[in-house]
C-alpha cells in the first residue's frame, strides 16, 4: 500500500453514501447484539432460583454458593490458577529474552527462528495436542502438571515475544548505546534499562499469557491426567451432560473476569502509547 | 554463526551471553514443536499391535485407510462446515470491521472493547451460552411456549445447524479484529480518488477496498478456517456425535480407539491442510503478528 503523501486526517464518506453509513451502523449493532446476547442471558441466569432455567423465578445467589462449595470444581479452580502461573512465569521468561535477540541480532537463521516462532500461535490446537501427547508417550514422561505446563507455554510464549517485540521496535536504540558507553555491560543494560522500558509490553504479554492458559481445553485434553485437570476440562465435561445452573454461575464469573481483563490490558495499552 | 551486535560500539560484548538468552527458546521450539511434529509424522508410518502398542515398521496402511471413503466424506465434510463458517464469518463480520475502522475514534475505542471481550472469552463458556438456548428445555423453547403455549418443542441442539450457529459465534471476533486492523489503515483518500475517477460505490468497494483489506481477510480465514477444521470440542456440544467431524475422529483415535498410528495419519493430512492454507493466506499478505489482537 503505498503512503500517503500528507498525514491526511480520516475523512469521511461522500455525503451520497449516507445510506450505506447508516446500514452500517445498523449492521454493526445487530451483531454486536448477536455476540452479547447470548452471554448477557447466561448471567442473567445464574441469578434464577429455578433449576429448569426457562422462566425468571426470584433472585438468588445459590448457585454461585453451590459452585463455592463444589470440592472437584475447586480443586480443578486451583490446577488453573497453578499451570496458569507458572506458565506466564516462563512464558515471559521465554518470550522476552527471545524477543530482545530477535530484534538486537543478526545472524544467519534469525528469519527461519521468527517463522518458527509464529508457528505455534497459528498451529491448529488439536495437532500440538496430539503431537505433545506422543511426544511424552515417546519420552516415557507421564501426563500431568508438567505436560499440561509444557504444553501452555508452548502456545503462550509467542504471544508474549511478539508483544515486546512490537515494544522494542518503538524503543530508541541510543538508549542502550548510552548505557553501554557509560559502563554497563551488556547484561546490565538490558536488566537495568531495556527491560524498565519493556515492562508496559511485558505485563500486557503476561496478561495474554495468563488468560490463553486459564481459558485452554484442546492442549490440556490430551496432556493432562484425572489429578491436572484443570477449570475448562471440568467445564466441557459438565457442559457435555447438558444443562447445570452452577455452570451458568461459573460461566457468569468467567465472563466478569474477562471483561475486567480486557478493560485492564486496554488500560495497559494506554499507558505504554 | 554468533549474533553480530547491530551496533558497532558492542562489539566486545562476550557473543555466548547473548545466545544464553536465546538458547532456551531455541530449545524450546525445536523439543516441543519441531520433534514432537517430526514424531507424529513417524508414527503416521507406523503399525500398532492388538493392545494399541505402537511397533516401530514402515507402512502405508495408515494412508490407505484415510483415503476410505468414510474417512475421506469425513475431512470433506470438516472442510465444509469450516468453510461455511468462513464465509458466513466474512459476511456477516467485514461490516463490523469496517464501520469499526471508520468510526470516530472515541467510538472506535469503545466498539474494540466490545469485539475484544468475546474474542478473549472462552470458546467453551460462549458454546456452553447456546446450549442453554437452543435446548429442548432452554430459553429459545421456553420463550417460544410463552407466546403460544400449545407450540411443540423443537430441539435445535445437535443438528448441523447447531454446530455451525456454534462455530461461527466462536469465530467471529478473530475474523472482526484482523479485517479490522487493515481497515484501519486503509487511506481515505484512496477512495477519494476512486470516486474522483468516476468509479460507482460498488466498483469502488470491489476493486479499491477489498483488495487493500485482504490481509486482513487472509489474516481472518487463517485464525477461523483453520481451526474450525479441526474443533473436537464445539461439535461436541453443539451437535453431540451425531455430526462427527476430522477432529472428532482423530480425538477418537487416540483416546478411545488407541489407535494413534492411524490418528497420527489423520492428523499429518490435516497438518498438510493447515500448511497449504498458511501458505495461500501469507501469499494473500497475512502477517502471523495479525494473529494479535
Known sequence: MPAPLTAAPRRRFPSGIRLVDYTLTGW?????????????????YSFNRSRLNIVLE???????????????????????????????????????????????????GARSLQTLVAVPMVMPEILMGISLLILFATAGMGLGFTAVIIGHVTFSFPFVLVAVQARLKGLDPAMEEAALDLGATPLQAFMLVIVPCLRPAIVAGALMAFTLSWDELIVTFFTTNAASATLPIRVFGMAKVGLNPMLNALSAIFIVATAAF???????????? | MSPAPVIPTDSRTPHWRAWLLLAPMVAWLVLFVVVPTAILLVYSFCERDEVGRVLFSFTLENYRRVADPVYLRIFLRSIGYAGLTTIICIVVGYPVAYCIGRAREDWRQRLLLLVMVPFWTS????????????????????????????????DLLYTPTAVVIGLVYAYLPFMILPIYGSVEKLDGALIEAAHDLGAGPLRVFSSVIIPLTMPGIAAGTLLVFVPAVGMFAITDLMGGARVPLI??????????????????????????????????????????EDSVA
Open chain 1, 262 to 273: 480486557v478493560l485492564f490490558s486496554n488500560y495497559l495499552k494506554k499507558l505504554s502509547r
Open chain 2, 247 to 288: 477432529g472428532n475422529v482423530i480425538q477418537n483415535q487416540f483416546l478411545q480407539a488407541r489407535d494413534w498410528p492411524f490418528g497420527a495419519a489423520l492428523g499429518a493430512v490435516f497438518m498438510g491442510l493447515f500448511a497449504l492454507t498458511y501458505w495461500i493466506m501469507l501469499k494473500l499478505g497475512a502477517h502471523s
Open chain 1, 28 to 44: 454493526t449493532a445487530l451483531v454486536m447484539g448477536f455476540l452479547y446476547l447470548p452471554i448477557i442471558v447466561l448471567v442473567a
Open chain 1, 58 to 108: 426470584s433472585f438468588t445467589f445459590a448457585w454461585y454458593q453451590r459452585v463455592w462449595e463444589n470440592g472437584p470444581l475447586l480443586r480443578a479452580a486451583q490446577n488453573s490458577l497453578l499451570i496458569a502461573t507458572v506458565s506466564t512465569v516462563l512464558s515471559v521468561l521465554l518470550g522476552t529474552g527471545g524477543a530482545w535477540l530477535l530484534h538486537r541480532y543478526r545472524y544467519r
Open chain 2, 123 to 154: 470458546f467453551l463458556i460462549r458454546t456452553y451460552a447456546w446450549i442453554t438456548i437452543l435446548k429442548q428445555e432452554g430459553l429459545l423453547n421456553g420463550f417460544v411456549q410463552q407466546l403460544s403455549p400449545t407450540a411443540k418443542p423443537f
